[in-house]
């Protein structure tokens, strides 16, 4: 037997939550396959395995707090070509008996003096069960020999979730203190994600006095050229896409207005100006939202910018960020300009203390001292720290912005 220590890689945090195993002992899997996701911060990763072979020993368990070069689990690489009578072989005990960590063995006595029996169920499950107030020794597992699976630990907080429902108090059915009518009605678990989030949105929004500034662009000769460069171009994957030009305009606006890429010190007696320009672009993903930070831009052109905003935004969707992804950023991007709205007022993310709203694009007509034409107008809001950045500041600063990106010359010249 070759059994390998599979550990946690460095992924840029101190320490991080497992959050779910993909895997099972005797499973076979590839290199680069995913073995587990942990949470922290504002973002969920997978662990993938640095070897093929199969799955000897998992050392963690959902809930445990893991960091850099954590022990997690054993690979036999010698296994790979076995097949899965073999491998029922080799791990015998797994298949056919319960391990230590799926035994709970509890001695307390009942009231009539006999003793419970053991129960076999796995920790995932004893954990559920712990936080639901559910007690195991009344559940019949339907399980192997008795074993109490998920599945009749989650049947029973179903139930009592329905009844919860249907009860009534003082007259009136409630949950949490709120009436609900007799409609059915569901709940939807709030992911780390989100509750990350929201802690740090609710924060923001309370301590952070927020103006917002308005303003629009023509980006109609942008438009043409891109949409132009975009048909010639002989290469898929350097296509451009509008939020690059205004992540370059922004790095450009940035270095002439410094006081948007600062933050305010701890004691609030101090403006910290960053030497370094890091643009955060929020994405929406199904866990919520998160926000990859776009970093040595002084050195990127337009095509490499879009690329990296292209890749970012597909690795956030499949949870491949890694947490050094999002770490450092001076200023940020939300765009909903592919949604629509006309405009909106985002919130701080602190310790920044400005961010960029971009809307959908519209045709008007604009006046051009002759007559009216149409021109592709792009709506934009900037959210500023009232406490570091005045009206006029702002307003300037959203003037630069705008004559960047409407021509975009000037952008190939700075």
């Not at 391990?99 to 509890?106: A, F, P, R, V």
């Not at 979730?161 to 009436?179: C, Y």
């Not at 971009?358 to 009216?372: E, G, L, Q």
Request: glycine fraction near 4%; hydrophobic fraction near 35%; proline fraction near 4%.
């Amino acid at each position: 037997m070759n059994v390998t220590e599979i550990r946690i890689p460095d992924i840029g945090l101190e320490s991080v939550e497992v959050t779910e195993i993909l895997v099972n002992i005797g499973d076979k899997i590839k290199k680069e396959d995913s073995l587990l996701v942990v949470e922290g911060q504002k973002t969920s990763m997978e662990i993938p395995s640095p070897v093929s072979g199969v799955i000897n020993k998992i050392n963690v368990n959902v809930g445990d707090i893991v960091k850099t070069s954590t022990l997690i689990m054993f690979i036999d690489i010698e296994c790979i070509n076995n097949n899965k009578k073999q491998l029922k072989e080799k791990y015998i005990d797994f298949f056919n008996i319960p391990t230590s960590k799926d035994i709970y063995l509890e001695q307390k006595n009942t009231i009539d003096g006999s003793e419970k029996k053991s129960l076999y169920t796995s920790p995932i499950v004893r954990r559920l069960a712990r936080i639901n107030n559910i007690d195991l020794s009344k559940i019949k597992g339907t399980g192997p020999k008795g074993r109490i699976l998920k599945s009749d630990v989650s049947k029973i907080i179903f139930k009592k979730e329905k009844s919860l429902i249907n009860s009534k108090v003082n007259g009136d059915k409630k949950i949490n203190n709120f009436n609900f009518s007799d409609s059915k009605f569901n709940t939807i678990k709030i992911s780390k994600i989100q509750k990350n989030t929201s802690f740090n949105l609710l924060n923001s929004w309370k301590n952070i006095p927020h103006v917002t500034q308005f303003n629009e662009v023509d980006v109609t000769e942008l438009e043409n050229f891109r949409k132009k460069y975009n048909l010639n171009s002989k290469n898929k994957e350097n296509k451009v896409t509008i939020l690059s030009f205004i992540v370059r305009s922004l790095f450009i606006s940035l270095k002439k207005f410094p006081l948007l890429n600062s933050s305010i010190s701890d004691d609030k007696n101090h403006i910290i100006l960053k030497n370094q320009i890091n643009i955060g672009i929020a994405v929406d993903t199904d866990n919520g939202l998160v926000v990859p930070v776009l970093k040595n831009l002084k050195n990127k052109n337009i095509i490499e910018i879009s690329k990296k905003i292209v890749k970012f935004s597909n690795q956030a969707k499949l949870g491949k960020l890694l947490f050094s992804d999002l770490q450092d950023g001076t200023f940020t991007i939300t765009s909903l300009g592919s949604i629509g709205g006309t405009a909106f007022t985002p919130i701080i993310n602190p310790p920044e203390v400005g961010i960029l709203g971009i809307s959908k694009c519209v045709v008007k007509p604009i006046w051009n001292n002759n007559k009216f034409i149409p021109r592709i107008i792009l709506p934009f809001s900037l959210s500023y720290d009232h406490r570091i950045i005045n009206g006029v500041y702002a307003c300037r600063f959203t003037n630069f912005v705008k004559k960047n990106i409407n021509d975009i010359r000037l952008l190939l010249m700075q």
